[in-house]
């Protein structure tokens, strides 16, 4: 697209083609949370209220446990890895190599405590429930904030591989935000009589305008704004057009909601019919024979207690038959929360109805429905994860923190999401190790297993750094040593140990 065509004209023809997503998010926003993708931009407006308050539990739910999964509070969600043969090829010894563990260690930390100050955490929760309810988000990360965008601002078109190549997105600016030159021309060429006390939309595209180079500029009112053009090498584009399920062929992805549309749909039906039913068996009214004794005018007026004149088979209190149907839609309104709790990760899925559930049944539970998060983990790392991780390195390097190593040296590692499950299943299997050896003893196991080794596996499946914790072989060797001669020392040994110290600082023993 050559920049003759205004981008507002372009973002109109894209919009048509983003309609039929745009408008399975709102159906899907209607029964979890409608505020989040609503029907019209009108700012005060009122949102229909879906008639159980389960859909948007479940998504706050699972956008919590995922953005805990790829961006765990405290710990470093990705770290950076060594190529060895690249160290070796540029002539550093073992000890330089420690040196650059340690930097690279120290950058690592930089970068996390960089994520958190830009406000990502909050950025990307709500881009969880975008994801999850919309299928799509774009989400910006610049040197000093994180923000993101809903389905309904943007527009987006990608390649054949499903890579994206063109993003317009939409916002309304105050003029007073608007730079001097695009004001003046704005003034200067008011033919489409644009109101300056209103707000402006604005439009933002980001291209990709060669192989290896990203381009942006924004326009406003027909004008192009010149000092808006930025330039990006090809990954270190703040932009990021993220989708969580991807099918074959289609600009835009589909949402974690739509797939469970049918549950939702049918827990609405069952929770509104149960409701209304509820309502009207609650109301108690009373049926009076015609020609009874008691007076319906007595009956009403009568205080707590009072005497009527009347029979008793002359009043009854109407009854609605209906018990057993309205136990058949509860039953499987029960089965449909059930399902759409699983699927969600919700607590209620975990414990199952009996009067005693053991610790380990609920983690097992548990981790058998993380583990079922593999394939959003597996999405939101190539989408999200990746180029956050590539743009805080680059930000990085542009502030000169980072040292001057080879090119390709070092490549960012996730330690969240996918590869934590993995981590968690090594872990479940070294623990029944150690569970199946204990029974042989603690000799016969530190005889025929590499303790150290088990222990360093152990804290690798825990992220846990071995740095200071682990006792060197040197150090095993003076720990045992030093046991040595207490043990000569308690038993009498003095000599021993003087002859032995004598030995080891070279004098002659005697």
Request: aromatic share 6%.
């Amino acid at each position: 697209m050559s920049e003759t065509v205004s981008l507002e004209g372009r973002y109109r023809q894209l919009a048509s083609q983003r309609e039929p997503y745009l408008q399975r998010a709102r159906a899907c926003a209607s029964v979890t949370i409608p505020s989040l993708v609503p029907r019209d931009e009108a700012e005060g407006q009122d949102f229909p209220l879906p008639s159980s308050g389960l859909g948007a539990r479940a998504v706050k739910t699972l956008s919590s446990k995922l953005l805990l999964g790829i961006l765990p509070p405290g710990h470093p969600f990705f770290r950076l890895t060594v190529d060895e043969k690249t160290l070796t090829d540029a002539g550093l010894d073992q000890q330089s190599y420690g040196e650059v563990e340690e930097t690279l260690a120290s950058i690592e930390r930089i970068g996390v405590r960089n994520v958190e100050n830009k406000g990502t955490r909050d950025t990307l929760y709500q881009g969880m429930k975008h994801l999850l309810i919309a299928g799509n988000v774009l989400l910006f990360y610049g040197k000093k904030k994180a923000k993101h965008y809903p389905l309904s601002k943007y527009v987006v078109s990608r390649d054949g591989e499903g890579d994206t190549e063109e993003i317009i997105l939409c916002e309304e600016v105050s003029p007073s935000k608007l730079p001097a030159e695009a004001l003046a021309r704005i003034r200067l060429d008011n033919s489409q009589s644009v109101d300056l006390k209103k707000n402006l939309k604005v439009y933002t595209r980001i291209y990709q305008s060669s192989p290896d180079y990203w381009e942006s500029y924004q326009e406003v009112a027909g004008h192009v704004i010149q000092t808006s053009r930025s330039r990006y090498p090809k990954g270190k584009c703040p932009w990021i057009a993220a989708r969580l399920i991807r099918v074959e062929g289609e600009d835009y992805g589909r949402s974690y909601v739509e797939e469970h549309m049918g549950d939702f749909n049918t827990l609405e039906v069952l929770t509104r019919a149960v409701t209304q039913a509820s309502v009207a068996a609650a109301r108690i009214i009373f049926l009076v024979k015609p020609n009874a004794a008691a007076k319906v005018q007595a009956l009403e007026k009568a205080r707590n207690g009072e005497f009527v004149i009347g029979n008793e088979e002359d009043v009854k209190c109407l009854q609605m038959d209906k018990m057993q149907d309205f136990a058949i839609a509860q039953q499987v309104r029960q089965e449909v929360i059930a399902g759409l709790q699983e699927a969600f990760l919700m607590t209620g899925a975990i414990r199952r109805d009996a009067e005693r559930v053991t610790a380990e049944e609920i983690r097992q539970v548990t981790q058998m429905l993380e583990e079922g998060l593999g394939g959003l983990y597996t999405q939101l790392a190539g989408s999200v994860q990746l180029p956050i991780i590539d743009l805080e390195l680059g930000y990085l390097q542009a502030e000169g923190k980072l040292p001057q190593l080879p090119k390709d040296t070092f490549k960012p590692q996730i330690l969240t999401g996918i590869e934590a499950l993995g981590r968690e299943q090594e872990l479940g299997k070294l623990n029944i190790l150690t569970q199946a050896l204990a029974p042989f003893g603690p000799e016969v196991v530190a005889e025929y297993v590499n303790v150290g080794e088990l222990a360093s596996r152990i804290m690798a499946a825990l992220s846990i750094d071995r740095k200071g914790l682990v006792l060197t072989e040197e150090q095993r060797e003076q720990r045992a040593q030093q046991q040595l001669m207490q043990q000569l020392a308690a038993s009498g040994g003095e000599a021993a140990i003087q002859q032995m110290m004598g030995g080891q600082n070279g004098q002659p023993r005697v």
